[in-house]
């Protein structure tokens, strides 16, 4: 089971930070990636990490403002979130990958955890 927190309301160009915590499993071997939906708007992929922490992805939209990070002895995984825009706006989903690698892909990815809403007035 993964948890998603860390959601909320700010203005445009504040920062937040989300946190993904694995309980019942862990996320030590596999990859997390991070993904968000906004209203009418298909599921897209924002970011991801693989297990060991080395190896990041980040979507254009989101690169150089977004950073994603874990910490494998909590079994957690953080995505801070810097000079927020509206368009950043949706519900922002953490999720465990089949393997130990994140892709851009939400097909190679099996445990998701339950969302969390950021939204950024501008």
């Known amino acids: 089971q993964l948890q998603a927190s860390g959601g909320g309301s700010v203005q445009a160009g504040g920062s937040l930070r989300l946190s993904c915590a694995a309980s019942?499993?862990?996320?030590?071997?596999?990859?997390v990636g991070w993904f968000r939906q906004a209203p009418g708007k298909e599921r897209e992929f924002v970011a991801g990490?693989?297990?060991?922490?080395?190896?990041?992805l980040y979507s254009d939209s989101v690169k150089g403002r977004f950073s994603v990070s874990r910490d494998n002895a909590k079994n957690l995984a953080n995505l801070q979130m810097n000079s927020l825009k509206p368009e950043d706006t949706a519900v922002y989903y953490c999720?465990?990958?089949?393997?130990?690698?994140?892709?851009?892909?939400?097909?190679?990815?099996?445990?998701w955890g339950q969302g969390t809403l950021v939204t950024v007035s501008s």
């Open positions: 990490i693989n297990w060991r922490g080395g190896d990041t």
């Open positions: 999720a465990s990958a089949l393997s130990s690698v994140a892709t851009r892909n939400s097909d190679t990815y099996r445990y």
């Open positions: 019942g499993r862990t996320f030590n071997n596999n990859g």
